[in-house]
């Protein structure tokens, strides 16, 4: 039987908004509107949006920048519960997020989720301004300039041994869902895999991922965590 392994998307999908939006708002001059604009029109790729947007910010305001995430940042509901149930079924888990380490790493550091398990944007404060770091830019098989490249990441696990499971909200995670085997979507990505008939589980907390989840391996006969402790 193939491994269930999950993809979850951070901004928008762990945490309730865009920490690059929420960052942008309240430190960058107001250019970085019109670079917003640009990356939604498709008029440029996201990872040059992104690399611009944290020029605009200057790089002494790291510590800033942090504690304003931590103070305002909220995690969705169920989160917390999602990852241990994850841990109990014994259910590899990863982060794959467009975010920035700076901010990915301390806002899930609370959750206990290794570090390797963690695939997001890097960031360089030596320089005047914030410059971001690519680790996982695309490879040869995509041509999105994704920055955080998401159907790469999941390439990386054997398709016939595995059973992908990718959680996410918006645009970046649509290609990864063309590559996964169950979806889960809210808000604009729900609305595109509708489009284009991509079969999705609509979520709003993880307490309704964590159900389906539940009974999907009680409808396929797979022994809980628990009960195989008890059998142990
Ligand atoms: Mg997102
Ligand atoms: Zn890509």
Redesign the pocket.
Known sequence: MKQPIIFC?????ITKS?NIVSLMKRFAPKEWEQIKDDVLAQNLSIREGVGRMFHLIPSNLKQELLDYLVATTEIRQGFSEFVDYTRHEGIELYIVSGGIDFFVYPLLKPFGIPEENIFCNGSDFTTDTISITWPYACGDDCTKDCGCCKPGILNRFDKKANRKIVI???I??LEASKEADFVFARDYLAEKCQELGIPAVLFETFDDIVEKLTEEREENHVPSGESMERTC
């Not at 998307?9 to 999908?13: E, I, K, L």
């Open positions: 998307d951070f901004d928008g999908t865009d996410g909200d918006s970046t995670d």
